[in-house]
Every structure is written in structure tokens, then in C-alpha cells.
């Protein structure tokens, strides 16, 4: 049996959705791989799940998609891997792989798409089974719980900088300052950014001013700057106005979440006139996912992990809901 931490029916973190369960253990079929979780990072997206802000197209599911572990099993025609080796898996599941976004390049937009944690049991158990081609290898020199963030954080904020367009030395403005954004001022200041972070917990801001941001503050703050770009990762719709205030001509604003509050109404020349413009960031491809961990082997990306145990996960998730959580919150399971 697989000890696990299952959801069966979606409600406030408070009380304590998640059960813990014996569950059958995953058989691989043709080209999946078998997979002996070690550790599992505690996404928002876990969050929006648990409390039923997101559709679940499946329950009783188990959560979680920033998964760590070691191949235990190839079946037949999966020799990517293997067995002993250690392998990532990430919000993307799998796609049908022969729809016009598929044939795009656009994957993450691909209507059949499954998810981690949400069509299909995630790595809050002992062992989760994956096709092979959605499986990362990891880099060296990460320990499983500096590497688990990489595989949504890591790869959401990578995405979310590429389409915000920020250039090499632009001025980028982060709103929230928790997992994806601890990551993705890394990747900024790599290409030589100029990083603004509005948040307001002193702790986040602690950390944004170590991690190399030139100016923290709150949102309803003015920075010395427009920005080039900017990304908001909390999922508050109250932000979207204001940051696009803070957008010089031309500028890019990111969404960044799977999901946000209402956003209030906005004044076209105050806001989106001078060609400033707003994209949402849905999901990612596996090419996002092979960039973003080829950079973090070439330039070390710093992930700060908080781990607990498999069974506090509800309590994780409490913590993070009131952004109790310094950087990124870890479950070891094995």
C-alpha cells in the first residue's frame, strides 16, 4: 500500500481537507516510469485545489506536482530512465500531443492537457507513475528538497519572465515575493535586471534586498522608476491597476497565477493606453521546464525550503495561506 495525503472533498484549509490514506500502488503502462517520490513542494495551485477554486475533474485526488524522486520502475518502451536515477515531475502531466497548440509549440495550452495533483494523483503519496517525456532529470548538487521548487516555481517564474518580455538590463517589478518570485529575481539579476519587489511581509522583504532587489516596498508605493515589465504572482486582482500605473510605455504585465480575485475596473488612458499590455501565464511546456533546469545547473538557482512531514500537510497549507511560509514549504515523504 502507498501512504498518502488524499483529498476527497474541497473546503477551507482550516479544516483540514486533506485525510491520510492507503492507496494501491501505481502500475506504470507502455513508456511511464514508476517513480519512488522523496520529497513534494506545496504549490498556490495546491491551495486553489484543496479549498475548490480550481474545477477537480477528479476525487478523490491526491495533490501535488513538484515531485522529486528516484525511477523505480521503466515498463515497456520507457528507456529515458533508469531505475536508481533520480527524476523531477511538474504541473504538466501530458498532452494529446496532436492538436494545433501541441503542433505549435503550444502545449501548455493544449485542450486534452492533464495536470499533476488534479487530473491525476499527485506526490503527496509514497509513488506516482508518469509518461517518461514529462519527467525531468534533475542537476547535480541539488539536494530533493532545494530541488523540488524548481519544477513550478522555478519553471512558472521562468515562463512568466519570458512573457513579460523583460529585456537583459530592464527595470522588472515582482508583485509577491514567495516561491516563484524568490526564484525568478535569480534568473533577473543573471541577465542583468534591475529588480523592484512590492510585498509586504518584512521577511519577504528581508530576503528580496539579499536576493538583489535595488528597491522593496508596498504596492501602493512609488518606486524611483517605471518598469519595463512586471509579473504579479500574488493572486489579488486589486494589483492588476496598479501595476499597470507602474508600467512605462511599451511595458509588459505578467499574471502569473493560476488564479486571482476579481480585477477592478481600469481607465484606458491611465492604465493601457502608450501600448502597455497584460498577458496571463497558463501553465508551461516541457521546453520551459528543460531551460529553466538547464539554468539552474549552469548558475545554481538558491531555493529556500522550509520541509515538514508528509501528514502536517494540512497545516502546511494554513501556513501558506496566511503567508506564513518564508520561500517555499517542502513535504519529505520518503
Known sequence: MVRAMQLKNPGPVDEGPLAEADLTQP???????LVRVG?????????????????????PVVPGHQVVGVVEETAEGANRFEPG?????AWLYDTCGDCRFCESARENLCPKARFTGLNVNGGYAEYVKVKEDFAYPIPQGYQDHEAAPLLCAGIIGYRALRLSGIAEGGRLGLYGFGASAHLA?????????EVYVYTRTQSHRDLAEEL???WVGGAEDDP???????IIFAPAGPLVPRAMEQLDKGGRLALAGIYMTPIPEMDYTRHLYHERSITSV?????????ELMSLAGEIRIQTH????????????????KKSDIEASAVLQIG
Not at 520529497?39 to 480550481?54: A, K, N, Q, S
Open 305 to 320: 525550503t522550509e520541509v515538514f512531514p508528509l501528514e502536517e500537510a494540512n497545516r502546511v497549507l494554513q501556513k501558506l
Open 282 to 290: 497558463a501553465n508551461s511546456t516541457r521546453q520551459d521546464g528543460e
Open 212 to 214: 538583489g532587489a535595488v
Open 39 to 59: 520529497v513534494c513542494g506545496v504549490c498556490h495551485t495546491d491551495l486553489h485545489t484543496v479549498e475548490g477554486e480550481l474545477d477537480l475533474p477528479k476525487l
Open 85 to 89: 536515477e533520480r527524476v523531477g515531475l
Open 224 to 230: 524611483p522608476q517605471k518598469m519595463d515589465s512586471s
Open 27 to 33: 502500475a506504470p503502462g507502455p513508456k511511464e516510469i
Open 185 to 193: 529575481i535569480q534568473i533577473a539579476r543573471h541577465w542583468g535586471c
